[in-house]
């Protein structure tokens, strides 16, 4: 999960995290590319392609609010804390 301009959520998936975060960074993303300010906020990992998009599509559906409570570690661990500053930089 990116948050855009501090303001907009982006959810997605992919098999490459590194290289992902890379090509939102390039405008390569047809949502993203409008954003300058990007950061990574939120992430999971999944062995299973069809088990992350249910997901992805899950938290898509979620408010505003249950997100921020994502985030916040309130509804489970966000194991991509530690990763924001190195993808991101």
Do not use: P
């Amino acid at each position: 999960m990116l948050l855009c301009e501090q303001k907009t959520y982006y959810i997605g998936i992919t098999n490459d995290l590194v290289d992902r975060i890379n090509r939102h960074k390039k405008k390569e993303s047809f949502f993203t590319k409008k954003f300058s300010d990007l950061k990574l906020i939120y992430c999971e990992q999944y062995n299973d392609k069809h088990e992350a998009a249910i997901r992805e599509k899950q938290l898509k559906g979620w408010s505003r609010a249950k997100k921020q409570m994502l985030i916040d570690g309130k509804l489970g661990r966000n194991i991509c804390t530690e990763y924001a500053e190195v993808l991101l930089g």
